[in-house]
């Protein structure tokens, strides 16, 4: 039984791709310091499938000395860390505007640490939660993992960094490294048990917990950021993609690291499907039966129009596909809001 290190395990898309390893055997270490989430998450998995094996260890990855122990422990124990998955980090991009010393001392700073120790225990796979956002404005849509980096705002920078990083060590020696930059576009649903979800502490930015506190009558109207942008009905299109799949195409990225040579790889990860904003708001009426208010506002300073990934590259290389649609993803993702409006609490 193989050992994962999951740092950030207990946020959104840690947990479910947590779920997901466990389902797999794997034995989980999660590291956590709970800034965004709390570790409930991790019951509910060990609810969920009682034969789960996870360690949860409290602490910040900037911690040298706290990660240099979790690392030994795990040695120790004889089930030392075999491969990284690395989702601890901020994500706000208003608060990475407000606050970017606070990103690059998180997001970098954090994932230097990480790094170091990994090296020191000669553990050379990670498996990164990198973003659609270091793309920027591209010229191209669908966008391919080819399109120039040109990141708008401090959070898609400190991404950017960290990929520049990871492509250095894996150039620095005939590299042992097994490397892999997974570029989400954007996760939303939940798992259909309604058991597990999102839970962002502090007000939400994205638009699907928003429209959700929208329902569920905790905010008056959806605010829609700008109808005049040049897409078919005025209204952003993003590549929306189930939170299952985007935690099953890690185990997908996991297995192939494992199997194959080292190797460095840049994967968007999306359906290649674009929805508007109208669209999201529309569907999510149908299938949840319900009514949503919404007002048209000015443009949200540093959005784009139009991103949808070009899936291709995922597809052709690993043995995964997106399997859930937008409608599936507006059902799980409200059936855990309304089951729990007071998210893990
Ligand atoms: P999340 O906030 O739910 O999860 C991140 C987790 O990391 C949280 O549990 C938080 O407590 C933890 N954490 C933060 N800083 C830490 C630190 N220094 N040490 C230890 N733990 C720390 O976010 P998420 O939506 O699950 O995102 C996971 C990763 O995916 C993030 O790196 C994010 O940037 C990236 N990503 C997310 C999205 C999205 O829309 N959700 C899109 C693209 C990329
Ligand atoms: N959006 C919106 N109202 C909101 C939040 C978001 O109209 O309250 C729009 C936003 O302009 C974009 C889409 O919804 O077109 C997705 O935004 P989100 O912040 O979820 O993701 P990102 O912009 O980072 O891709």
Redesign the pocket.
């Known amino acids: 039984m193989k050992t994962i290190l999951v740092t950030g395990g207990a946020g959104f898309i840690g947990s479910h791709t947590c779920l997901c390893l466990t389902e797999k055997n794997y034995q989980l270490i999660v590291v956590d310091s709970n800034i965004n989430s709390t570790n409930k998450s991790l019951e509910k998995i060990k609810y969920m499938n009682p034969n789960s094996k996870i360690i949860f260890a409290k602490g910040d990855i900037r911690d040298l000395s706290f990660m240099r122990k979790v690392f030994n422990n795990a040695r120790e124990n004889k089930s030392p860390i075999e491969a990284v998955i690395h989702f601890a980090g901020l994500k706000s991009?208003g608060e990475s505007i407000a606050n970017p010393l606070m990103y690059w001392d998180s997001n970098v700073c954090g994932s230097i640490n990480l790094l170091k120790i990994m090296c020191e225990f000669k553990c050379h796979t990670i498996i990164f939660s990198s973003s659609?956002?270091i793309y920027g404005n591209t010229k191209t849509n669908p966008i391919t993992e080819n399109e120039p980096i040109n990141p708008t705002n401090p959070y898609g920078f400190t991404k950017a960094a960290i990929e520049t990083i990871l492509k250095g060590i894996f150039g620095s020696s005939e590299s042992s490294w097994r490397i892999a930059n997974l570029r989400y576009?954007?996760p939303?649903g939940a798992h259909k048990s309604g058991l597990i979800g999102e839970d962002p502490l502090g007000e939400p930015?994205?638009?699907?917990p928003?429209?959700c506190k929208v329902v569920q009558g905790k905010h008056k109207e959806?605010?829609?950021?700008?109808n005049d942008?040049p897409t078919f009905d005025g209204?952003?299109?993003?590549d929306y993609i189930h939170v299952m799949d985007l935690a099953e195409a890690h185990i997908s990225s996991l297995e192939f690291l494992i199997e194959n040579k080292p190797q460095y790889l840049e994967l968007n990860i999306g359906t290649g499907i674009g929805t508007?904003?109208l669209e999201?708001v529309k569907t999510f009426e149908s299938v949840n039966k319900c009514k949503i208010p919404y007002v048209f506002?000015n443009?949200?300073i540093g959005?784009?129009?139009n991103?949808v990934a070009d899936n291709k590259k995922i597809i052709s290389l690993l043995n995964w596909v997106p399997k859930r649609n937008i409608k599936d993803m507006c059902k799980d993702g409200w059936k855990w809001q309304s089951l729990n409006p007071k998210g893990f609490n």
């Not at 930015?205 to 699907?208: A, L, Q, T």
């Not at 959806?222 to 700008?226: E, H, K, P, T, V």
């Not at 209204?235 to 993003?238: F, I, K, M």
């Open positions: 991009v659609a956002t576009f954007n939303i930015n994205n638009i699907f928003i429209l959806l605010r829609i950021f700008g942008w209204t952003g299109v993003r508007s904003v999201l506002c443009r949200r959005d784009v129009a991103a």
